[in-house]
């Protein structure tokens, strides 16, 4: 799923569902993998769906989960811990980064940009068509490029996530799938589909891999 590369940062607009994609290949590759996963929570912006909420679950799971510095792994502030410099240190883990929405989290990555220079890293950006900046391609591909700027990397996949939460249907994942499909400027990884939408005949009918998710970021109110 991640081909050669130790580290993986899953990037996008607000909303498109980053940080369940995150969560995701982390137990995927939890699960397959015999070297240590750790998932690097880089979202400094967002107050609900956060995969540091996630930590005790997922160290059950076997992975290990860095966020914020101490003190602060709930503030909206520019904390990061020092710890996240051993992942560069490790050689022997797979590192899933999940960053904040829309190019901030491209700036927030770039700050390890003398560390990231001598690794080989995947930049996967998640589009979903039905949500805002990523309702038209060209938005999606001006998008793309001010994350690669402020991260100072190229994007080098994206990751269909074509839904619309509950209201979603077959008809909807395909009508999205096909508007993902026309951008031609990166290539397409893999599509998403929850479980609950999920069918076998989806593989060979959008003849492209899928990962099926697992919800995992549940709220209190749901």
Same mark, same amino acid.
């Given at each position: 799923?991640?081909?050669?590369?130790?580290?993986?940062?899953?990037?996008?607009?607000?909303?498109?569902?980053?940080?369940?994609?995150?969560?995701?290949?982390?137990?995927?590759?939890?699960?397959e993998q015999k070297k240590r996963v750790i998932l690097v929570d880089l979202d400094i912006v967002n107050l609900y769906f956060r995969s540091r909420d996630k930590r005790d679950a997922l160290a059950a799971k076997g992975i290990k989960v860095i966020s914020g510095a101490k003190g602060f792994e709930n503030a909206d502030l520019p904390a990061l811990a020092p710890e996240i410099l051993e992942v560069f240190a490790q050689k022997d883990s797979l590192v899933i980064f999940d960053l904040g929405g829309s190019d901030y989290g491209g700036t927030v990555l770039s700050r390890f940009n003398e560390y990231l220079k001598n690794e080989k890293i995947n930049l996967w950006l998640v589009v979903n068509p039905f949500r805002p900046f990523n309702e038209k391609n060209e938005d $999606?591909? &001006?998008?793309?490029?001010?994350?690669?700027?402020r991260a100072r990397l190229p994007v080098s996949g994206i990751i269909a996530n074509p839904h619309?939460?509950?209201?979603? $249907?077959? &008809?909807?994942i395909e009508q999205g799938l096909a508007q993902i499909n026309r951008i031609q400027k990166y290539p397409l990884k893999f599509l998403t589909v929850m479980e609950d939408y999920y069918k076998p005949e989806m593989e060979k009918e959008f003849e492209i891999p899928i990962m099926v998710l697992s919800k995992n970021m549940i709220q209190p109110w749901e």
């Open positions: 799923m991640i081909g050669n590369k130790r580290m993986t940062a899953i990037c996008g607009a607000f909303g498109t569902g980053k940080t369940e994609i995150s969560v995701n290949i982390a137990l995927k590759l939890a699960a $999606t591909v &001006a998008m793309a490029e001010h994350i690669s700027r619309l939460m509950n209201q979603t $249907t077959d &008809a909807l």
